[in-house]
T-cell receptor, first 109, second 115 residues
């Protein structure tokens, strides 16, 4: 079966750095997405990786290793507004999007 | 405003009723989707339409019927509602063609509660 694993919940301190991991086992691979979802709101697109390596976008970076079936989202200089769920999603060989359950990130002052 | 908009935001109804959720996007996207997000926060694809044609139809009860009158609209009709249908339903759209690298733009969701 197809599976995406993320930690259920993480806690970090305002101003710090946090890394949210995602591992996947899918039928083929055509890209990996990270989305942010605040409570009661819609998911919003953060990043897309299809090649190995690090993609940096402001305070957020996303890393991919296809050989390891592994990605992480790195959030720097954490702000209270970063408290949200972070969803990892992988496109398989049939271009179906497989979603993880998301990681709830709690930021403490 | 350019966006994906869906109505209603909240829907409370009784078992056995029939209800519809409407979705419209003005982003010029070719592909639209319906997702269900349950209490465990898993997003599950239900349907996907590309230029008014059905391209994804996951294992969803026949009580759920999508309708796409044009590529900017994808409505969801649900017959004979059941308790297990209670969830948040998200409409989304993406650029057509390269589905695998086009990010999804989501509507704000419809929280359906069946009593």
């Amino acid at each position: 079966g197809q599976n995406i694993d993320q930690p259920t919940e993480m806690t970090a301190t305002e101003g710090a750095i946090v890394q949210i991991n995602c591992t996947y086992q899918t039928s083929g691979f055509n890209g990996l997405f990270w989305y942010q979802q605040h409570a009661g709101e819609a998911p919003t697109f953060l990043s897309y990786n299809v090649l190995d390596g690090l993609e940096e976008k402001g305070r957020f970076s996303s890393f991919l290793s296809r050989s390891k079936g592994y990605s992480y989202l790195l959030l720097k200089e954490l702000q209270m507004k970063d408290s949200a769920s972070y969803l990892c999603a992988v496109t398989d060989s049939n271009y179906q999007l497989i979603w993880g359950a998301g990681t709830k990130l709690i930021i403490k002052p | 405003d350019t966006a994906v908009s869906q109505t209603p935001k909240y829907l409370v109804t009784q078992m056995g009723n029939d209800k519809s959720i409407k979705c419209e996007q003005n982003l010029g996207h070719d592909t639209m989707y319906w997702y269900k997000q349950d209490s465990k926060k898993f997003l599950k694809i239900m349907f996907s339409y590309n230029n008014k044609e059905l391209i994804i139809n996951e294992t969803v009860p026949n009580r759920f019927s999508p309708k796409s009158p044009d590529k900017a609209h994808l409505n969801l009709h649900i017959n004979s509602l059941e308790l297990g249908d209670s969830a948040v339903y998200f409409c989304a759209s993406s650029q057509g063609g390269d589905l695998y690298n086009s990010p999804l733009h989501f509507g704000n969701g419809t929280r359906l509660t069946v009593t």
